[in-house]
């Protein structure tokens, strides 16, 4: 059990895995947030729920890190289900590695997509990226970086990255199986119309920064 962590888990339309999914964390970890931008969710299991009744979106997972005292912060998304030992071994790795560890990223290039996306569950090593999605781990203070300048909720996870990077922040995809993911029957952000277009161009505009 990991007490030096707080896990800050964003929700708004996916509520009905939430009690699973708070019952494995709770495996795991004793310090567990859920942002509700629903303003609907409760729960009997021992976490701290907030409740929005004017939704901020899913940029409000970087900014939760400043809600918490723990010396580390991990922002979840609600369809990563944890399995036994997993946020020990993540754990490990950012011990390792400093930074920011996560399950999903990629290197950039031209375009968002010049490079493949490295998962957790397909690497035997460490790979340092440039854009990390969906699940993150560090020390509370790299994810105090500037949000504001971010204008659109589907460039909120890569506009975040670039801020980190910019702080010195390494970023880095790790190795774990212990994992699994129950957001591919679902209806995607990326789903969305003109989605890797807008994140082509503000790779773009990034590469004279």
Known sequence: ???DVTIFIPVRHRLHRLESLLSLWLNQCPNIIVWDDSD???TEQPVRVIRCSDPI???VKFRGANLVRTPFFCAADDDVMPEGGFLAEMKDWQAKLHGVVSIFGRKLGP???SHPLQR???ITAPVD???VGQWYLGRTGDFLVPMQGCHDYRLDDLYWSYE???KGVRLSVVPSKRWHYEGQNEAPICGSKGYWDLRDR????QQGK
């Open 1 to 3: 059990m990991l007490d």
């Open 111 to 113: 375009k968002y997509r």
């Open 40 to 42: 609907t969710f409760s």
């Open 202 to 205: 503000f790779v773009q505009e």
């Open 120 to 122: 957790a569950d397909e």
């Open 164 to 166: 980190a990077r910019r």
């Open 57 to 59: 979106g899913s940029c």
């Open 129 to 131: 990226v440039d854009f």
